[in-house]
């Protein structure tokens, strides 16, 4: 039995979830990271039910706020890897200033996002990037909102790794998930997923129609170019590795946690804490 496994799921039968978490495990276990050297960090939503499935380190945050709590347990920790999973909504509605600034920071985290188009723990909401024009089972109406659109985003915002991928393409989901862990600084790995009870626009089968495996050709290494591909206005969805360099992660940089082990195997100067909080007295 997986080492991974913990518990069973309360997911929908034939939710993406599903095959985001069994690539997760596989994708663990096959780079040999130990369970207590791993750290899953969610939000609020079913994506954000994935660590509890799983034997590891995990935070649950607020709505939006898991990413903070990852960057401070990779800044304190550094040996610990640490993976977030996280929805639309939670990453880029609710989340959407934190995503920006830890794209900033580029501290050595990896972020999933479960991108189903919708709010599925409230029953189908629309969600940041809910497609224009369209009806689900609250929104009864056309859509009015421009879609949220996160690569283009994080490549504008100056993000280090940036790779979309599809929960029905298992082979090609594990290799993104490979790249984005072992990439040092933030990873953002959008993956496309259906949500089968309230989405009935991106289903599974539309995106095993849409869906395109990014040319090997395509120079990751061209903001400009990965930039472009991500604003191409079209019914094809590329995915793959948009864009990637090696920027010097945060902790490379800051003088204090380049400076020596990790910061929890110091020793803690309890007078100098003392004293620091007694000025604000």
Same mark, same amino acid.
């Given at each position: 039995?997986?080492?991974?496994?913990?518990?069973?799921?309360?997911?929908?039968?034939?939710?993406?979830?599903?095959?985001? *978490?069994?690539?997760? /495990?596989?994708?663990?276990?096959?780079?040999?990271?130990?369970?207590?050297?791993? *750290?899953?960090?969610?939000?609020?939503?079913?994506?954000?039910?994935?660590?509890?499935?799983?034997?590891?380190?995990?935070?649950?945050?607020?709505?939006?706020?898991?990413?903070?709590?990852?960057?401070?347990?990779?800044?304190?920790?550094?040996?610990?890897?640490?993976?977030?999973?996280?929805?639309?909504?939670?990453?880029?509605?609710?989340?959407?200033? +934190?995503?920006?600034?830890?794209?900033?920071?580029?501290?050595?985290?990896?972020?999933?996002? +479960?991108?189903?188009?919708?709010?599925?723990?409230? /029953?189908?909401?629309?969600?940041?990037?809910?497609?224009?024009?369209?009806e689900h089972s609250v929104n009864k109406v056309c859509n009015l909102n421009?879609?949220?659109?996160?690569?283009?985003?994080?490549?504008?915002?100056?993000?280090?790794?940036?790779?979309?991928?599809?929960?029905?393409?298992?082979? %090609?989901?594990?290799?993104?998930?490979?790249?984005?862990?072992? %990439? /040092?600084?933030?990873a953002l790995l959008d993956i496309l997923q259906p949500c089968v009870s309230?989405? /009935?626009?991106?289903?599974?089968?539309?995106?095993?129609?849409?869906?395109?495996?990014?040319?090997?050709? +395509?120079?990751?290494?061209?903001?400009?170019?990965?930039?472009?591909?991500?604003?191409?206005?079209?019914?094809?969805?590329?995915?793959?590795?948009?864009?990637?360099?090696?920027?010097?992660?945060f902790a490379e940089t800051h003088s204090v946690l380049s400076a020596g082990?990790?910061?929890?195997?110091?020793?803690?100067? *309890?007078?100098?804490?003392?004293? *620091?909080?007694?000025?604000?007295?």
């Open positions: 039995m997986s080492t991974y496994i913990k518990h069973e799921t309360a997911w929908c039968p034939g939710c993406g979830n599903f095959m985001i *978490l069994d690539t997760l /495990k596989s994708v663990l276990e096959d780079l040999d990271l130990p369970n207590d050297q791993v *750290l899953l960090a969610a939000g609020i939503g079913q994506a954000a039910k994935t660590p509890q499935y799983l034997n590891a380190n995990s935070f649950c945050g607020l709505h939006g706020r898991s990413l903070p709590a990852a960057q401070a347990a990779k800044m304190a920790n550094d040996d610990l890897t640490v993976i977030i999973d996280t929805g639309d909504g939670d990453s880029y509605g609710e989340g959407g200033n +934190h995503f920006l600034h830890a794209i900033r920071r580029n501290v050595d985290i990896t972020h999933f996002v +479960h991108d189903n188009r919708i709010y599925g723990l409230t /029953k189908g909401q629309i969600s940041p990037t809910t497609d224009a024009c369209t421009t879609p949220f659109n996160p690569l283009a985003i994080a490549l504008s915002a100056g993000a280090t790794f940036v790779a979309r991928s599809f929960s029905g393409n298992k082979e %090609h989901l594990a290799e993104m998930m490979k790249r984005a862990i072992r %990439h /040092k600084g933030y309230f989405n /009935k626009v991106n289903t599974f089968k539309y995106y095993k129609e849409h869906v395109d495996i990014l040319d090997e050709n +395509h120079p990751t290494d061209d903001r400009m170019a990965a930039l472009e591909l991500a604003l191409t206005n079209s019914d094809r969805i590329p995915i793959g590795v948009f864009y990637e360099n090696n920027h010097p992660a082990p990790a910061l929890v195997d110091r020793e803690t100067d *309890l007078e100098g804490i003392t004293a *620091l909080m007694n000025a604000f007295v």
